[in-house]
């Protein structure tokens, strides 16, 4: 009732990640909940499957809030989405929920890109905030001509999450505006980690994209990213990188 509420309010999306006892570990449900019209299939689908889930079952709703049809009262509609991780791995609900639900928004509403670093919430447990860095710095590597598309770079990291998280861990550690100390320690700290991980990683090509990601983030000097708008995000992410 709170979220059709607000939803009658503000007249954007209201979501709702949740599990049953239903469901096997590797499975989630999704509501959306949505106002005068429904949501197509091709509107929602593509967000979810970038997010790393697969739908396997849908139903919708209609709710009639004066009760009649006839009228111009509004009409709710709910669509229920089960979905599996598509990689059956165990999804932590409890753990991802409202990062699930604050990314899935932010694509909603146009703030996050919808493409393939968008499953390292799932994988990794990053924000959907997080994940803007590491596009970034994708981009940033395309523009430079590394010889790796987008989809491979983001399917790279996907498959190493705890590298990407690395990743991250280190570009926050060099810019965070809460940094009290000297950051050199620490970078060099995690910068021994992703050594250590990158040696059970076997593919020369998805070393070779981690690396240039951690001396990308190395090379930066200043960053604009802790700069928000009004929107939480600032208005053009920029990168200043040592020549």
């Not at 909603?108 to 994988?123: F, S």
């Not at 070393?207 to 928000?228: C, E, G, K, P, W």
Request: overall charge neutral.
């Amino acid at each position: 009732i709170d979220r059709i509420e607000s939803l009658i309010e503000q007249e954007d999306v209201q979501l709702d990640f949740y599990q049953t006892e239903e469901e096997t570990d590797n499975q989630i449900r999704l509501r959306l909940y949505h106002i005068h019209s429904p949501i197509a299939l091709s509107d929602r689908l593509p967000i979810l499957e970038n997010m790393g889930l697969r739908a396997i079952n849908e139903r919708s709703y209609r709710i009639y809030m004066d009760g009649k049809k006839d009228d111009n009262g509004h009409i709710i509609w709910i669509h229920d989405i089960v979905m599996t991780s598509q990689t059956g791995e165990e999804i932590s609900l409890q753990r991802l929920k409202s990062k699930l639900e604050s990314a899935y928004s932010a694509i909603w509403q146009g703030k996050a890109e919808n493409d393939g670093y968008n499953a390292l919430c799932l994988k990794a447990g990053l924000t959907w905030q997080q994940i803007l860095i590491l596009r970034i710095c994708g981009k940033y590597l395309r523009q430079a001509r590394i010889p790796y598309s987008q989809r491979y770079m983001w399917d790279a990291l996907r498959k190493h999450p705890g590298i990407a998280k690395k990743l991250v861990e280190l570009f926050e550690t060099r810019f965070s505006l809460e940094a009290k100390t000297s950051a050199a320690k620490s970078e060099s700290k995690i910068i021994g980690e992703v050594d250590k991980a990158l040696e059970l990683v076997t593919s020369l090509d998805e070393d070779v994209i981690v690396r240039r990601f951690a001396n990308l983030m190395m090379s930066t000097l200043r960053t604009n990213y802790y700069q928000t708008s009004e929107r939480g995000l600032p208005e053009a992410i920029a990168l200043k990188i040592a020549s």
